[in-house]
């Protein structure tokens, strides 16, 4: 489903950056993603495989009004949840807030849910960096040392600030906050660069094919200026290359 594929929470070690505690801009937000009505995902006790597709119909009187989902069973776990990650997405930005309870009620004549309004939520904008698809006719790989051999991890996308890495590995560990040590990136007919990477973000994503994976957004660390020049280039270079397609 490609609006669960997007509607997916995403971990922070850090978030308080994104985080947004103003009371009249919280209910700003809520009231505009209330007005379409915005598609959200409410995730029962934080499990990224439980979740009712929703829709946010209001915000009136410090609540939330939610739509209620087409499954009953899974209705009925969400009333009974004691944590719940709402997930919502507009003009491509991510809002994600945490809910404690949530009640049914009925909201014009029919079945909805009940919420009060979050204390906080992380809003997430468009990088500061331009950040490039990986074409699939030329992949680019991520390459991290694993004392006397290296493993092999697709690249999804990349830019001057960092990548994203997709696949699940046993050996690595590719939880928030983690630092892959002196990782080497081969761009074609332009050179190589090495920078050590620190996990920023970790998301599961499910693909065209239906294979479920994991995306882990990464940022580089120490990355020398003529790496960023390397890579510049390699941007450029695609983006040529594809502007010339069109």
Not at 87 to 99: C, G, I, R, T
Not at 230 to 246: D, G, H, M, P, S
């Amino acid at each position: 489903m490609t609006a669960r594929q997007s509607l997916t929470p995403i971990q922070f070690k850090d978030p308080s950056p994104y985080l947004v505690r103003d009371v009249d801009e919280i209910e700003f937000i809520l009231k505009t993603l209330a007005r379409k009505p915005e598609l959200a995902c409410l995730y029962v006790n934080n499990q990224r495989h439980t979740f009712v597709l929703s829709a946010i119909l209001g915000c009136e009187s410090g609540n939330l009004i939610f739509d209620y989902g087409p499954d009953l069973a899974l209705n009925q776990q969400l009333a009974s949840a004691t944590a719940i990650c709402c997930v919502s997405h507009l003009n491509s930005v991510h809002y994600q807030f945490d809910l404690n309870t949530i009640h049914t009620i009925e909201y014009k004549n029919k079945p909805a849910f009940l919420a009060s309004i979050p204390q906080q939520i992380l809003r997430l904008q468009r990088r500061d960096f331009f950040r490039l698809s990986v074409p699939l006719s030329t992949p680019l790989s991520c390459l991290i040392p694993l004392g006397d051999e290296q493993a092999e991890i697709s690249i999804a996308d990349i830019s001057l600030g960092g990548l994203g890495l997709l696949g699940y590995f046993p050996d690595i560990s590719l939880n928030v906050g983690n630092i892959l040590k002196n990782c080497r990136i081969e761009l074609p007919q332009i050179g190589v660069i090495t920078s050590d990477i620190e996990v920023c973000t970790s998301t599961e994503q499910l693909l065209k094919n239906g294979i479920r994976t994991l995306r882990s957004g990464c940022r580089f660390l120490n990355l020398s200026g003529t790496g960023q020049t390397l890579l510049q280039r390699y941007i450029n270079q695609v983006e040529r290359k594809r502007l010339a397609l069109e």
